[in-house]
């Protein structure tokens, strides 16, 4: 029971991340996603990875697997967009 | 040196979404987010929370009590705009 809690609690962390890259993937608008928290949520996705490899455990390694792979191509696209981003930014773009 | 990880991890990956919630904050734009992510998301770190107060872990309780806090005000601040943002994305607005 209390493992059903937190399969569905990594269920539902890594599989958010999904509508999110197919939203930029179709609109091709990252202009609200911040680049800082892409940064440091990758890296810390990547750290998750590396942690259930260390512990051997299979369900972390496959959850983080997928979401470092979302989270990364949302990050990229972010990149490409940033400079166009941030100039709409301060232009107050809504 | 392997729970360094684990804690790396886990306050890279709560963390990150302060930047996002002071982005909305300033900007008051949330039209590159998705409304299905933060939905199943903020679900998702409920889970956690829930799994982390079954198991007494505190750390786990701590991290996902600050997630859980940005990723709900985030989440409000796109239901708040989701039916201008959903015009926008219709008129293919950048």
């Known amino acids: 029971m209390i493992e059903l809690v937190g399969y569905t609690a990594a ?5 958010s991340f999904l509508p999110q890259a197919l939203k930029v993937l179709k609109t091709k608008d990252t202009q609200s996603l911040s680049l800082v928290m892409y940064s440091v949520f990758t890296f810390g996705v990547m750290m998750w990875l590396s942690y259930g490899i ?11 697997v997928l979401t470092f ?26």
């Open 11 to 15: 269920v539902c962390t890594s599989l």
């Open 54 to 64: 260390l512990l051997n455990d299979l369900p972390m390694i496959l959850a983080n």
């Open 69 to 94: 792979i979302l989270a990364f191509f949302i990050l990229l696209m972010k990149i490409k967009n940033n400079k166009k981003d941030k100039l709409a930014d301060q232009a107050g773009h809504q």
